[in-house]
Nanobody
Framework: QVQLVESGGGLVQAGGSLRLSCAASRTIFRSSTMGWYRQPPGKQRELVATITSGGSTNYADSVKGRFTISRDNAKNTVYLQMNSLKPEDIAVYYC?????????WGQGTQVTVSS
């Protein structure tokens, strides 16, 4: 059973920071490209950032310079450090694992930014 468990969402004022965490099953983590996606209210899910097993990263233009994705292979965990948060960052954030067995999603965690 592949499991992704997110944590760290919440309510923050504009300009503030949050760190999201996603703990993955050990059997899939180390060889997987991990990613964070988000779904704003009334909109489709969109890419936020990805990180390969080798540590290469990719970011959506809207978060470059503000968000940082990282992974700790010893803890089977991927993180999303979000700084300088804006109201337009309000969304449900989902962790994703691209594995040789397929694509897996976490349950999502809500991020709300007050202006």
């Amino acid at each position: 059973q592949v499991q992704l468990v997110e944590s760290g969402g919440g309510l923050v004022q504009a300009g503030g920071s949050l760190r999201l965490s996603c703990a993955a099953s050990r059997t899939i983590f180390r060889s997987s490209t991990m990613g964070w996606y988000r779904q704003p209210p009334g909109k489709q899910r969109e890419l936020v950032a990805t990180i390969t097993s080798g540590g290469s990263t990719n970011y959506a233009d809207s978060v470059k310079g503000r968000f940082t994705i990282s992974r700790d292979n010893a803890k089977n965990t991927v993180y999303l450090q979000m700084n300088s948060l804006k109201p337009e960052d309000i969304a449900v954030y989902y962790c994703n694992a691209q594995t040789i067995f397929g694509s897996y999603w976490g349950q999502g965690t809500q991020v709300t930014v007050s202006s």
